[in-house]
C-alpha cells in the first residue's frame, strides 16, 4: 500500500542518515587520533633534550617543572578521555603547557600574547584546535627570529560566533602558498575536523601580515556551550 511504502522510505532515509553520522563520528575520531600521533614523538623528543640540556647546566627546578608539564600533556592527549570537544578554558590550559616547554626551547626569543574573552571560557571547541596552528607558527614562522611574537586571541564576533587569532612576526607564507597544496598535516586535519564537526558552517583564513609573518582566523558557531 501507499502507507507503507511511505514507511520503508522513511526506514531507509533514517538508516542512511544514521550511516552517515556514523562515518562523519569516524572520520571526525580518526582524524583525532592521526593527529595526537602526529603531536606525540618529535614534541616528546625535543622536550625530553631540553630536559637533559636543563640537567646539564643545574637547573634541575626547571626540568622538574618541565617533566610535570610534559607528563599532563601526554596524559590529556594520549590517555585522558577520548572526547572530541573542551571547553576553551581547558584548551587554554592545555596551551600553556605546551607553550611553557617550548618557551624554554626558544629561551629569551620568545614572546606571547594572551588576549582572551572571559565570556567564551565555557564554550566548546574541537580538542586540540589549536595546537597545529601554533606549533607551524613556531615551527616554519619564528623557529630562526631573534626575538619572535605570538599572538593569541578568542572572543567573540559581532553576531556571537567564537574568533580565534593567530599570529606571528615570522617569516611569512611562501609565494603562491596554496592551503590545500603545501599544508602540512596538522593543518590538513585541522580543516577536515572543521568541516566535518561543522558542516561547512565555519571560516577558515591563513594569510601573510602587511608588516611581517601569518595570521589565521577561525570562526565557528558557539551553539556547542556549556
Request: proline content about 3%.
Amino acid at each position: 500500500t501507499q502507507h507503507s511504502s511511505n514507511i520503508r522510505i522513511q526506514y531507509s532515509l533514517l538508516k542512511l542518515n544514521l550511516k552517515s553520522e556514523q562515518l562523519e563520528r569516524s572520520l571526525t575520531e580518526a582524524t583525532l587520533k592521526s593527529l595526537r600521533m602526529q603531536i606525540n614523538p618529535h614534541f616528546l623528543f625535543n622536550t625530553l633534550h631540553t630536559v637533559a640540556s636543563l640537567i646539564r647546566v643545574e637547573k634541575s627546578n626547571e626540568a622538574i617543572v618541565t617533566l610535570s608539564n610534559l607528563s599532563d600533556l601526554l596524559r590529556s592527549t594520549v590517555y585522558e578521555n577520548n572526547a572530541e570537544h573542551i571547553t576553551i578554558q581547558a584548551e587554554i590550559e592545555f596551551l600553556k603547557k605546551y607553550l611553557s616547554i617550548e618557551e624554554l626551547r626558544f629561551s629569551d626569543r620568545l614572546k606571547i600574547n594572551w588576549q582572551i574573552e572571559k565570556e567564551v571560557m565555557n564554550y566548546i571547541v574541537p580538542k586540540l584546535l589549536l595546537q597545529p596552528i601554533i606549533e607551524n607558527a613556531l615551527k616554519h614562522g619564528l623557529k630562526e627570529k631573534k626575538q619572535g611574537i605570538l599572538s593569541i586571541e578568542i572572543g567573540n564576533t559581532l553576531d556571537k560566533q567564537i574568533i580565534f587569532v593567530i599570529e606571528d612576526n615570522g617569516n611569512g607564507l611562501p609565494p603562491n602558498f596554496d592551503i590545500i597544496q603545501d599544508s602540512g598535516v596538522g593543518l590538513k586535519n585541522t580543516l577536515e575536523r572543521l568541516d566535518v564537526i561543522y558542516n561547512r558552517q565555519f571560516y577558515f583564513d591563513i594569510s601573510n601580515l602587511d608588516s611581517a609573518g601569518v595570521r589565521v582566523q577561525i570562526i565557528v558557531p558557539n551553539c556547542l556551550m556549556v
